[in-house]
């Protein structure tokens, strides 16, 4: 859906600003004319010319908004481009509803259908939430938690849910380099997992509860900070449930639950950590799939998972913590 908006407005800005191109070139020609004193000879053809645009009134239409095309496609090809989250798979950083703006300069300035990098400038860093091409189907916006870079040597524990992350390649004193990671005690989160049975179809739901609260058929989930190197951000893990690692991504010559990320590649994780899809399943994120980071939050709206808002969230606008 976004590379088809993408492309539409691509063919809507050239199409209209090639009419605006030949209005002006029009215009010049009609006063060219004037100064030479040719106007006279030609106004019956100029008489036909108004007549056309009087019939063809979507012509002077077309040419006022390619201006303000033009103006959108820059924005949001190289400056900032709106993205709503969908899912929770990256609670309780982002809710669902949110309405954020992804920085589209800062991994590159990309050309907005190929996605081919024109100007570098800059990579990712470990802690980045960065919206992403799907690797599996590029036509799907991901956002995820950048945790491993080119060369990381990253490991998942499904037992204590806790990350390690070194350089898989040996530094000049012949050891790895280890990325300090640190985390705080689970303590009970105030979100809750909860299931909701509708006309024989299990629906599965989030619910901001406080923790002296009780759902029927609900999952209190737990929470902690996560300090990925100077990078500080929360997550939900669900307790006692462990993931099944046989579903894992298994790269070649690896067991289940380590990945060494290769050059030009990323791996990206949710901070909902038992609720995400990422390359625990999936493998990496290729560089070039990589749309922008995630910046601040410019609406937010009460929602869940594939329903209609019930209400706004004026309090979650803002930078994105």
Same mark, same amino acid.
């Given at each position: 859906? %976004?590379? @088809?908006? &993408?492309?539409?407005?691509?063919? &809507?800005?050239?199409?209209?600003?090639?009419?605006?191109? !030949?209005? $002006?070139?029009?215009?010049?020609?009609?006063? =060219?004319? *004037?100064?030479?004193? $040719?106007?006279?000879?030609?106004?019956?053809?100029?008489? *036909?010319?108004?007549? *056309?645009?009087?019939?063809?009134?979507?012509?002077?239409?077309?040419?006022? !908004?390619?201006?303000?095309? %033009?103006?959108?496609?820059?924005? =949001?090809?190289?400056?900032?481009? /709106?993205?709503?989250? /969908?899912?929770?798979?990256? @609670?309780? +950083?982002?809710?669902?509803?949110?309405?954020?703006?992804?920085?589209?300069? %800062?991994?590159?300035?990309?050309?907005?259908? +190929?996605?081919? +990098?024109?100007?570098?400038?800059?990579?990712?860093?470990?802690?980045?939430?960065?919206?992403?091409?799907?690797?599996?189907?590029?036509?799907?916006?991901?956002?995820?938690?950048?945790?491993?870079?080119? #060369?990381?040597?990253?490991?998942?524990? /499904?037992?204590s849910k806790e990350l390690t992350v070194s350089s898989a390649i040996k530094s000049s004193e012949s050891c790895n380099q280890i990325l300090?990671i640190n985390y705080t005690k689970n303590e009970p989160s105030e979100w809750i997992q909860a299931f909701e049975h509708n006309n024989g179809?299990?629906?599965?739901?989030?619910?901001? =509860?406080?923790?002296?609260r009780k759902v029927k058929d609900g999952y209190r989930m737990n929470e902690r900070q996560e300090i990925l190197g100077t990078v500080v951000?929360?997550?939900?893990? @669900?307790?006692?449930?462990?993931?099944?690692?046989?579903?894992?991504? =298994?790269?070649?010559?690896?067991?289940?639950?380590?990945?060494?990320?290769?050059?030009?590649?990323?791996? @990206?994780?949710?901070?909902?950590?038992?609720?995400?899809?990422?390359?625990?399943?999936? #493998?990496?994120?290729?560089?070039?799939?990589?749309?922008?980071? &995630?910046? &601040?939050?410019?609406?937010?709206?009460?929602?869940?998972?594939?329903?209609?808002? +019930?209400?706004?969230?004026?309090?979650?606008?803002?930078?994105?913590?």
């Open positions: 859906m %976004a590379n @088809m908006f &993408a492309l539409i407005l691509v063919i &809507a800005t050239l199409v209209t600003g090639i009419l605006w191109c !030949i209005n $002006l070139f029009k215009i010049n020609f009609s006063r =060219r004319l *004037k100064s030479g004193g $040719l106007l006279i000879q030609t106004s019956k053809v100029l008489e *036909k010319q108004s007549l *056309k645009s009087s019939i063809f009134s979507w012509y002077e239409s077309l040419i006022t !908004i390619f201006p303000v095309l %033009a103006l959108v496609l820059i924005i =949001r090809s190289f400056i900032y481009e /709106p993205f709503q989250i /969908p899912s929770g798979s990256v @609670m309780p +950083t982002l809710f669902i509803g949110d309405f954020i703006l992804v920085e589209k300069f %800062a991994y590159g300035l990309k050309e907005p259908l +190929t996605q081919q +990098t024109l100007i570098p400038t800059g990579h990712p860093k470990h802690g980045d939430l960065v919206v992403f091409k799907y690797p599996l189907d590029p036509s799907l916006d991901y956002i995820k938690r950048v945790i491993g870079l080119p #060369g990381d040597k990253v490991t998942y524990n /499904p037992y300090p179809i299990n629906r599965s739901v989030l619910l901001h =509860r406080s923790v002296d951000h929360r997550i939900l893990t @669900m307790p006692d449930v462990q993931d099944v690692t046989r579903n894992y991504y =298994r790269q070649p010559g690896q067991p289940y639950g380590v990945w060494i990320v290769p050059k030009g590649c990323y791996f @990206m994780m949710g901070d909902n950590r038992d609720n995400s899809s990422d390359s625990r399943y999936w #493998g990496f994120v290729p560089e070039r799939n990589l749309v922008g980071r &995630a910046t &601040a939050i410019w609406m937010s709206f009460e929602k869940q998972e594939g329903q209609w808002p +019930t209400k706004l969230r004026l309090n979650r606008i803002g930078s994105i913590e």
